[in-house]
C-alpha cells in the first residue's frame, strides 16, 4: 500500500501542460496536486495547501511568475519553487533564480525530467525537514536536561545545607523555595508537629497572602495537611475537589507530602499552583525527596537539642565535680592546719615531762606520758597523710532545694562552736521556704565558709546574724553579719580573690575549719549567683550571697 506523499502547487494557464505535468506525471506518483492558472490564485492556495513544493510559469498572464516568487518572499512562504519557460527565456530564467527559484524546467518538458526535478527538491525539502525535527528534538531534550539540571542542583543544594546550616529557619526557608522550584508551583509551605502535642506549626512559606505569614511559627491548619498527617500518604488534587478546602483560596492545585521519621508524621510539606493544572508524578516523587531532607533536618535538630543538653549536664557535673575537690582540699588542708599546732605544743609538753624539766616522774607516769606521747604520734601520722573527705560530702548534682532548712542546718552546726567562743548566731527566715536550683553540699559550705569567718573574727559576747528573703529580683538573698573587728573598706575588692590576705589580721579564739572567701565565690558564681561584703573597722563586717531563686 502506498503512503500518500508530499503535495505539489502547479501554476499553469495552459490546459494542456497542466494535463500533462499533473493528470498524466505527477498523480500516477502518488503526489497530490493541485492546478491554478494565475499567480493571485497561487498565492491564496500557497496559503490554504502549504504545497511542498511549487511549479510556476514564467510567463503567466497578468501576475508572471518572477512576481509570483517576488509575493511568496514578501509573505514569508519558504516554498521552493520550480519555474517552466520556453527556450528563448534564460534572461528571466537568471532573473528568477536570482528571486530564489530552487529549480528550472524548459519546455517543451520530457515526463521524466518533471519527475527527476520534483524528486530532486523534495529530497533536499525532506532533508530540511529532518534538520529542523532534529533540531527541534535536540532543543527539547536540552530543555528537559537543563530542568533536570536544574532540579538536581536544587535536591543537591538543599542536602548540602541540611549537614551544614546551623539555623534551622533558613533551613526550612531554603526547604520551602527548593520544594516550591522543582514542582513548579506558586506557592509552598512546611508544617512541622509540636512535639508537645499533635498540633502543626507553621514553620516557613513562600509567596503565601500575608494573613498566612503573620501566623508564622503558630498553630495552622490549612484544611488538607490534616488528612495527610492521619493517612501518612501524599495526596495531589486540583480542581473542583479542591473547593472543599481552605487551601483554595491559595491556589487551584494542591500537592500534600507527609515527612516522616521512623514512619511517623512530624512535618508536612505542601505546594500549590493558581491554575487547576496538577501535579506530575515526577513531581511529587522529587517533592518527596525534598521532604527527607526536611526528615534529615528534623532529626538533626532533635539529636543535637539532645545533645546540647547532656554537654550542659556533664559540664554542670564537671563543674560540681571540680568546685568539690576544692572545696575538699581546701577543708582537708584547713583541718591540718588546725590540729598539727596543738597536737604538736602537746607533744613538746610530753616530751618536757619526760626529759625531768618538770620534775621526776614515777613509774606510773612515765608509762602514761609514753602511751600520750605513742598515740600523740598516730594521731600526727594520720593528720599529715589526710588525703581524702568522708563519702558524705562527695559533689552531687544540682536540684531544687529549701534553703530555708539549708540555713537552719547551717546554724544549728556553729551554734556549738560559737558558744565555745562566747558568741551567739541569729536569725531572720521567711515564714514560707525560700527555694533555689543549687547543690546543697556546695551551698552548705558556703554557709560553714562565711559562719566560720564570722567567729573567727569575733570577740567573746559577739552576736552574729544571718537573714535569708526573697529580693526585689527574684533572687534568694543570704546575708552573714558580724560584729567583730571590721576591715577598711578598701580590701573589699579583693577580699574574695584567691590567696589575698589582710596584713596584721588576728580572729579570736577560734580558728575555724571553713573553705576559704575565694572557693566561697567561685561556688555562688557557678550557680549563676553573686557574692559581695560590706564592712568598717570595728564595726563588724556583712557578708552576701544571691542565688537564683526556683519558685515559692
Not at 493544572?277 to 532533635?302: G, K, T
Not at 608509762?367 to 598516730?378: G, M, S
Not at 537573714?467 to 578598701?490: F, K
Request: aromatic share 4%; with cysteine.
Amino acid at each position: 500500500m502506498n503512503t500518500p506523499k508530499e503535495r505539489i502547487l502547479l501554476v499553469e494557464y495552459d490546459p494542456e501542460v497542466s494535463d500533462l505535468i499533473s493528470r498524466q506525471t505527477l498523480q500516477p506518483m502518488g503526489y497530490r496536486v493541485e492546478v491554478v492558472s494565475g499567480a493571485t490564485q497561487a498565492i491564496q492556495e500557497a496559503v490554504r495547501f502549504a504545497p511542498d513544493v511549487i511549479i510556476a510559469n514564467l510567463s503567466l498572464p497578468g501576475l508572471s511568475g518572477k512576481d509570483l516568487l517576488v509575493a511568496l518572499s514578501s509573505q514569508g512562504l519558504e516554498v521552493p519553487v520550480i519555474v517552466l519557460a520556453p527556450k528563448g527565456m534564460e534572461g528571466d530564467v537568471i532573473q528568477a533564480f536570482r528571486l530564489g527559484a530552487a529549480d528550472f524546467l524548459g519546455w517543451p518538458v520530457r515526463e521524466a525530467e518533471v519527475v527527476s526535478a520534483v524528486e530532486r527538491i523534495l529530497k533536499q525539502v525532506r532533508a530540511r525537514r529532518e534538520r529542523e525535527m532534529l533540531a527541534r528534538q535536540l532543543n527539547q531534550t536540552n530543555q528537559e536536561l537543563q530542568r533536570r539540571v536544574r532540579e538536581l542542583t536544587t535536591i543537591f543544594a538543599i542536602g548540602k545545607a541540611v549537614i551544614s546550616a546551623t539555623d534551622q529557619q533558613a533551613l526550612f526557608d531554603k526547604i520551602v523555595e527548593g520544594a516550591t522550584f522543582i514542582t513548579e508551583a506558586d506557592a509552598g509551605w512546611l508544617l512541622v508537629r509540636d512535639e508537645r502535642g499533635k498540633s502543626f506549626i507553621l514553620r516557613a512559606c513562600r509567596n503565601v497572602p500575608n494573613d498566612m505569614f503573620a501566623k508564622l511559627n503558630q498553630v495552622f491548619d490549612d484544611g488538607l495537611s490534616s488528612l495527610v498527617a492521619l493517612s501518612g500518604e501524599a495526596l495531589s488534587i486540583h480542581g473542583d475537589p479542591l473547593k472543599r478546602f481552605k487551601v483554595v483560596r491559595i491556589g487551584q492545585s494542591a500537592l500534600v507530602v507527609p515527612v516522616k521519621v521512623k514512619k511517623e508524621v512530624v512535618g508536612l510539606l505542601v505546594v500549590t499552583r493558581k491554575e487547576a493544572h496538577p501535579f506530575s508524578n515526577s513531581q511529587q516523587a522529587l517533592l518527596e525527596a525534598v521532604a527527607d531532607y526536611a526528615s534529615i533536618s528534623l532529626v538533626n535538630a532533635r539529636l543535637f537539642k539532645a545533645l546540647e543538653e547532656r554537654v550542659n549536664t556533664l559540664q554542670q557535673s564537671a563543674d560540681n565535680a571540680q568546685v568539690g575537690e576544692r572545696i575538699k582540699d581546701e577543708v582537708l588542708q584547713q583541718i591540718r592546719e588546725e590540729l598539727s599546732a596543738p597536737l604538736l605544743v602537746i607533744k613538746g609538753n610530753a616530751d618536757m615531762l619526760l626529759g625531768k624539766e618538770m620534775g621526776k616522774l614515777n613509774t606510773e607516769q612515765t608509762n602514761a606520758v609514753n602511751v600520750i606521747q605513742e598515740k600523740l604520734k598516730t594521731i600526727l601520722d594520720i593528720v599529715a597523710a589526710l588525703t581524702a573527705m568522708d563519702a558524705s560530702d562527695s559533689s552531687k548534682e544540682r536540684s531544687t532545694i529549701n534553703l530555708t532548712e539549708l540555713t537552719r542546718q547551717a546554724i544549728n552546726r556553729f551554734q556549738p562552736i560559737a558558744r565555745q567562743n562566747s558568741a551567739a548566731i541569729t536569725a531572720e527566715l521567711p515564714s514560707k521556704p525560700i527555694m533555689a536550683l543549687a547543690d546543697p553540699g556546695q551551698i552548705s559550705k558556703v554557709f560553714d565558709g562565711l559562719l566560720s569567718n564570722a567567729v573567727k573574727f569575733s570577740m567573746p559576747g559577739a552576736r552574729i546574724k544571718i537573714n535569708l528573703e526573697r529580693s526585689a529580683d527574684n533572687m534568694a538573698h543570704v546575708s552573714v553579719q558580724d560584729t567583730g573587728v571590721g576591715m577598711d573598706p578598701q580590701h573589699l575588692p579583693h577580699i574574695f580573690d584567691e590567696g589575698y590576705r589582710i596584713k596584721g589580721a588576728s580572729g579570736g579564739r577560734y580558728g575555724g575549719v571553713g573553705i576559704s572567701l575565694s572557693l566561697v565565690k567561685e561556688i555562688v558564681t557557678s550557680h549563676r549567683g553573686k557574692v559581695w561584703a560590706e564592712s568598717q573597722p570595728d564595726q563588724g563586717s556583712t557578708f552576701h550571697f544571691s542565688l537564683p531563686s526556683a519558685g515559692a
